[in-house]
């Protein structure tokens, strides 16, 4: 079989790909529990199969009991937030690992194409990608992956809505851990990404998205931009902006290197002071009057065509 013969470790492991289980998959379960079953047939339709599916849910809707009956399924009575489902995969026994978010449905080939990748690139590989343009502000960002297909690999400051990596490398995500109070929300994925570009010396990575071949994909866009956008979606919340600022802040400030230098953030754009719509005060502002709000639409867009951010 040609996936035998790209990857040694598969026959190293097993000496035969049909046995040889490298694998395991961690879902993260809230409030979008209807869309489980689709992720969960997803990932037993990949051309390279998970040996388990954990399922960490963090309260949120109710999830059938034929549904736990195919996975590994532990249940939380309280929203631990983004960062548990890190510390629930110590508990899988594979070489590889890969995280879903709930909005993120793969293609079948997408575990193929993450080992195929890690067999040419060693690194944090994600089905959604970006380059910060900015030390101290989350956007605007270039973007790599299913919301802006990429035929060849391509180095990112951070991933999400998938990260497949080692298993080894957990004990990396862990070995520093978050400030007391820092939000449960939002940091993990720059988290990751800064611990082991300083520990392992590793970069961070999207596969290639090819426009066509969906299949090689990380996510389906079709589901991840209207799941990503229903009103549960922690980006749907505008206060989320200030904990991606505030996160991005802290980890650049204790040395997480970007892609771009601060020579090539220039040449994609101007970021000028701190993002309005992350300030609550300034959101309330407008709030109370449209007409400003309108007004200053305008001039964000207009500003951005000419490449200034404010």
């Known amino acids: ?46 051309t390279v199969k998970p040996k388990q599916i954990y399922v960490w ?3 949120g809707s109710k999830v059938s009991a034929n549904l736990k009956e195919k996975v590994t399924f532990v249940e939380c009575n309280k929203n631990l937030g983004v960062w548990a489902r890190f510390a629930f995969a110590l508990n899988v026994d594979t070489p590889y690992v890969c995280l879903f978010d709930d909005d993120t449905i793969p293609g079948k080939k997408w575990f193929e194409n993450c080992l195929d990748t890690l067999s040419k690139t060693e690194g944090l590989l994600g089905t959604r990608g970006v380059r910060f343009l900015s030390k101290n502000r989350y956007f605007p960002f270039i973007s790599f ?13 951070i991933v999400g809505h998938a990260w497949f990596f080692k298993r080894e490398w957990l004990t990396v995500f862990w070995r520093e851990l978050p400030p007391i109070g820092f939000t449960k ?7 990751f990404s800064y611990t082991l570009q300083k520990y392992l010396n590793l970069n961070t990575y999207v596969p290639p998205h090819p426009k066509g071949d969906p299949e090689m994909w990380g996510s389906r866009p079709d589901t991840a931009n209207f799941l990503g956008s229903s009103p549960v979606a922690i980006s749907s919340d ?33 970021v000028i002071g701190g993002a309005f719509r992350s300030s609550v005060r300034i959101r309330t502002f407008f709030s109370k009057h449209p007409r400003i709000k309108n007004f200053l639409k305008i001039l964000i867009n207009f500003l951005r065509k000419i490449k200034i951010y404010i």
């Open 57 to 59: 849910q963090n309260a």
């Open 185 to 191: 929300l939002a940091g993990e994925d720059m988290h």
């Open 238 to 270: 505008l206060s989320s902006l200030n904990k991606f600022d505030t996160a991005l802040k802290f980890y650049t400030k204790n040395g997480f290197k970007l892609f771009l230098s601060s020579g090539e953030r220039l040449k994609h754009g101007l």
């Open 145 to 157: 992956g299913w919301d802006s297909p990429n035929e060849s690999i391509e180095q990112v400051d």
């Open 1 to 46: 079989m040609a996936l035998r013969t790209r990857y040694p470790e598969i026959i190293r492991l097993s000496g035969n790909y049909e046995d040889c289980l490298l694998i395991s998959v961690v879902l993260n379960a809230y409030k979008r529990t209807e869309y489980l079953e689709s992720q969960i047939e997803a990932l037993l339709n990949q």
